[in-house]
């Protein structure tokens, strides 16, 4: 299991001189095994600081690593889910799950049980044979996260995975990550524009300024979550009724809504 | 849906029969000068069937072409896709390449029939060459777009989950661009058609081409119409053909289509 870590990453887009400067001095360490969960006001470069870690963009300056390794393209060991999914439609859900398996070189039946239960943990059995269009959007998420998951990566990268759901569907995707997360936790870098999601899920959470983005405030969700002991409640609704998590909830709105008042909208 | 279809198909073409029919056999508004009626079509299809004309029958004429633009758009085929899925994956090559085209591309293919004939005579190698520079282009260009026109995550996805370069062509990249890629193979067989005939019409010692270009010189409108429906036909049947292989390749995109 990996660490991801962010030491003084600028980066702008366009000539360093004359580009549009979107993250400025990030600095953020995310440990073995945690959850931290990254908001901020659209275009604030959040999406950015992922496609980073992922090996899709480089930063202008500053280094991002993983475990201690630089990070100089992408590779399974830094799995990503995609908001748009990101399937690829002419592959069935197997193939779609095996494909970075095969990229591993493993042998067909170790390739056989890691799918198994893959399907098994994103309750998929019976969609196996589908294509990605015969599924809902939950369902086809449910893909693309165990496509991710079955790789065993160091870090897993979400980018506001649940952002292309409808709200029902969404609540299901949030509270199955939570079992996920509590069964197996794993470090995890998830970007999301909601407040109630972050907290939700996450360990910690970092709140960014608008562009361009620095790293505003790191709130600890984790010791309020085991203090208050959230994790006896199995509903997401019971837990956002809790005392302490309106608290941290309203806290992150106001961060947010400063943002959004300095940006005049 | 299909049958309704079908069934407004037919209707339409009966009428134009009957049209046809009325036009020159009954009225004799057209004089069988101008065009030829039902009547004298089915003597040239008679003649030519047993008979022969131009030195062959109907099917001799019509396997030599349809052999032509095979050959001339499976050549157009193999060059022009894998070089339009390089274009369209590697920036430096499509700049390099394209130039190239964009000089190129405005010469009619046809204009190429006189230097196809100096350098490889009036056979059909030149005729082959001549159909392979007409169809390569649409399939090099639908390739590029496909290649472009592929969504970033999908390519992002692959990369991520650690896909070797030759995996990436085959299981992403062809794949994902193959819709553009038939629309390509689906305007180069057309223009391959288009080619042959003209090519045929300026040299040639059989084929359908060569029938059209005797009978206008014998002034005779039936064995015309003869060789016309016969490359509309064997049009028709080859893009079907191609038809039948783009929904069988791309069951998941018709389906996705829906």
Known sequence: MGSIRFQGVNKVFGPASSGVKVLDDINLDIAEREFVAIVGPSGCGKTTCLRMVAGFEAPTSGIVSVSGRTVTEPGPDRAVVFQQFALFPWKTVRANIDLGLRNKNLPKDQRDDLIANALKLMNLESHAEAFPHQLSGGMQQRVAIARAYVLDPEVLLMDEPF???????????????????????????????????????????????????????????????????????NKIEDVMDLESFVHLRTHIWRSLREEKGAQGV | MVGRRAGIGLTTVASVG????????????????????????????NQILTRGYAGAGLAQHAVHSLKLVVMGFAVAVVTGIPLGLWMGWDRRVEACVNPIFLVIRPIPPL?????????????????????????FVPSVINAFAGVRNIDRPVIEAARMLGTPRWRMVREIIAPAAAPMIFTGLRLSLQASWTTLVAAELVGALVGLGFILNMAQQDIYPG????????????????????????????????????
Do not use: C
């Open chain 1, 163 to 233: 952002g292309a759901l409808d709200a029902q569907t969404r609540v299901v995707m949030q509270e199955e990550l939570v079992r996920l997360a509590r069964v197996n936790p794993r470090t995890v870098l998830f970007i999301t524009h909601a407040v109630e999601e972050a907290v939700y899920l996450a360990d910690r959470v970092a709140i960014m300024t608008r562009r361009p983005g620095r790293i505003k405030e790191i709130l600890d969700v984790r010791t309020v979550r085991q203090s208050e002991n959230w994790d006896r409640f």
């Open chain 2, 18 to 45: 009957v049209t046809w029919w009325l036009l020159t056999s009954v009225t004799g508004i057209v004089g069988s000068a101008r065009f030829p009626s039902p009547a004298e079509f089915g003597v040239s299809l």
């Open chain 2, 111 to 135: 204009a190429w029939i006189p230097l196809a004939i100096l350098w490889l005579g009036l056979g059909d190698a030149a005729k082959i060459m001549v159909i392979w520079f007409a169809a």
């Open chain 2, 223 to 258: 064995m015309i119409l003869v060789g016309m429906v016969a490359v509309g036909i064997l049009g028709w049947a080859t893009t079907w053909l191609l038809g039948q292989a783009e929904r069988r390749a791309l069951a998941w995109n018709v389906a996705a289509r829906d």
